[in-house]
């Protein structure tokens, strides 16, 4: 069993950063695809930027590539969303996913597949 605990999320003026937090617990940072998606209103969740644990296989959607960094502490089984140069078109909740699998599987996961999920944490960009 897996848990996943979302922090970081809040209110940011368009062109700010934000940094969210997932802290795993459980059996969630050895051969699991782990990562961010995110459901914006009205709209189907959606990956965001995935990984591997240990390190390999991350993939971004194309809208946050070269804006979002997602990175993990191993020694605090922690991953992180990086956010920079937010738009209002990014307010939505973000959820931790973590789903076990294979490396090279991870860049094909999509939300339907995704075994474990966080409570998500809300992001509202203002322009």
């Known amino acids: 069993q897996v848990q996943l605990v979302e922090s970081g999320g809040g209110s940011v003026q368009g062109g700010g950063s934000l940094r969210l937090s997932c802290a795993a617990s459980?059996?969630?940072?050895?051969?699991?695809?782990i990562g961010w998606f995110r459901q914006r209103p009205g709209a189907e969740r959606e990956k965001v930027a995935i990984?591997?644990?240990?390190?390999?296989?991350?993939d971004y959607a194309d809208s946050v590539k070269g804006r979002f960094t997602i990175s993990q502490d191993n020694a605090k089984n922690t991953i992180y969303l990086d956010m920079s140069d937010v738009t209002p078109e990014d307010t939505a909740i973000y959820y931790c996913?973590?789903?076990?699998?294979?490396?090279?599987?991870?860049?094909?996961?999509?939300?339907?597949?995704?075994?474990?999920w966080g409570q998500g944490t809300q992001v509202t960009v203002s322009s």
């Open positions: 990984t591997f644990t240990g390190g390999s296989s991350t």
């Open positions: 459980g059996d969630a940072f050895s051969g699991y695809c």
């Open positions: 996913a973590a789903h076990r699998s294979r490396a090279w599987m991870c860049q094909t996961l999509d939300a339907s597949e995704i075994s474990y």
